[in-house]
């Protein structure tokens, strides 16, 4: 908009100048002909001699053409010459065209050259802007031409000077992907330009409070599942101590009754073998309950035999589906809380394959990993199921085992395509 503006006001100034200037030029030749005329000493011989007004001395002036015509209408003199060099016109076609629009029409200016009533010629003198065109023509590219550059370079300036100002927008942009990723730890250093240096340090505060949000989520979460595992484990004790060696008590009592009723009291042998499966069949589910609730194998041998374990109940009630285990841990390394982790995680992993998956093939790793410079425990379970989407789930299983593993500091992903893979990262040292 401004170099449109400067264009017109240029060519309206070159307009201006070009007409003024021009019948300046004119005015001037008039009245230098005009003295000439009274002071030619050939008017008084009734003649016109030529070359009598020197017109070849003025063919500098290239803004006007001025000729001498005598009576007959010949020109016997003029200020330029078909021998002259030809200056080329340097403004284009149309700017001549579109000042002659705009500038009123040039006509020439005639004096009659006369003696005594008597008629000897005249003096034309014809203006020709086409010269002073060229010439506002180069004022005016040279000028928009600086203009132009000045623009171009001001705006190099502006470029660079905004994106100066704005680069540590790439700073503040990598630690919000740190934060998407899950590093709490991602913080913004000090910026130079004072409105950046206060978003960063509002950022890092409220990362700040973030984290210790999450923190103080994640323990009161490990807290709620240390004392529902503690819930668990003294439920398991006392249907362990109490109601099976209930359960047990009343087996061996109806096997006595039995061997009884078979001598003396043969019509309540039915019923006492009744009893008998019915007591066997309650201490095999509470055998199952107690497995549930806490695996006691877990307690006496460690983390190893209570998965190769677990994995083989599972594949005694899933003959379908191929299961292949991997566990390489040293258990004196790992916390209850870690080892508790892992099981119940491997356990609701394939409570899932089995109910949901519709799988094939189930491939379970548990290994040492060093991340990040923290020793941990990394476990993998894939299998070639139908697969699902991860946000469409509804239950408390996934859930509970982000939370479980978040809350000793560790890493959950679950991928779901063709098949699930869930991984998982838990260091020894939560925090």
Known sequence: ?????????????????????????????????????????????????????????????????????????????????????????????????????????????????????????????????????AEKWKQITELLTLVLVFFVLVNLMVIWAVSQALKPTTKILDALNELENGNLAARLPAFKLPELSRIGEKFNRMVEKLQQSILQNHKLTQQLITLQEEERKNLARELHDEFGQCLTAINTDASVISKVADKKYPEIKESALAIS??????????????????????????????????????????????CDINVSVIQDELSEAMSLAIYRLVQEALTNVSRHAEATKVEIEVYHLTQQGKEGIKVMVKDNGKGFVAHQTNGFGLPGMRERVEGLGGHFAIKSDSGTEIKVWIPHKPY
């Open 1 to 133: 908009m401004v170099m449109f503006a400067g264009a017109f006001l240029s060519l309206n100034n070159a307009r201006q100048n070009a007409h003024a200037e021009v019948a300046s030029a004119e005015k001037l030749v008039l009245y230098l002909f005009d003295t000439a005329i009274l002071d030619n000493p050939n008017l008084g011989q009734r003649k016109l001699a030529n070359k009598g007004f020197h017109l070849q001395q003025l063919k500098h002036m290239r803004h006007l053409k001025i000729e001498l015509i005598d009576s007959t209408g010949k020109v016997i003199d003029s200020n330029q010459t078909k021998d002259d060099i030809t200056i080329q016109n340097e403004a284009p076609a149309w700017f001549g065209r579109l000042l002659n629009e705009l500038t009123a029409k040039w006509e020439p200016s005639v004096r009659k050259l006369e003696y005594q009533g008597i008629a000897l010629g005249q003096l034309v003198i014809t203006p020709d802007p086409t010269y002073e065109y």
């Open 277 to 322: 499966q019915l007591s066997r069949h309650l201490i095999e589910m509470v055998s199952g309950l107690l497995q549930q609730l806490r695996p006691g194998i877990l307690d006496e041998l460690g983390l190893s035999p209570a998965l190769l374990d677990l994995v083989d109940t599972w594949k005694s009630r899933n003959r379908s589906i191929v």
